[in-house]
């Protein structure tokens, strides 16, 4: 059994900073991949970045300069400093463990970005 927590949601104004943590508890060999996604109401649920094992990094377009994934590989837990927040950046983030073949997610954490 695997299990994700997430944690750092909030509600920050317009131009804030928010660091998001997923630390990977339970029976796991190896990590592929982490990642966060996102989804606003009314929307599908989005990549926002992805770090695979080897540091190799990939972000959407919109948090690009702004947004940074990293990794601690001995924690099994994942990262996400989010830098200049948006108020369209408002969502919940879920964190994505791959160890092929599984695949997991995390609860998902509120982040609300409003004045």
């Known amino acids: 059994q695997v299990q994700l927590v997430e944690s750092g949601g909030g509600l920050v104004q317009p131009g804030g900073s928010l660091r998001l943590s997923c630390a990977a508890s339970?029976?796991?060999?190896?990590?592929?991949?982490m990642g966060w996604y996102r989804q606003a109401p009314g929307k599908q649920r989005e990549l926002v970045a992805t770090i695979a094992s080897g540091s190799f990094t990939n972000y959407a377009d919109s948090v690009k300069g702004r947004f940074t994934i990293s990794r601690d590989n001995r924690k099994n837990t994942v990262y996400l400093q989010m830098n200049s927040l948006k108020p369209e950046d408002t969502a919940i983030y879920y964190c994505r463990i791959q160890s092929f073949p599984m695949d997991y997610w995390g609860q998902g954490t509120q982040v609300t970005v409003s004045s």
């Open positions: 339970g029976n796991i060999v190896s990590i592929n991949v």
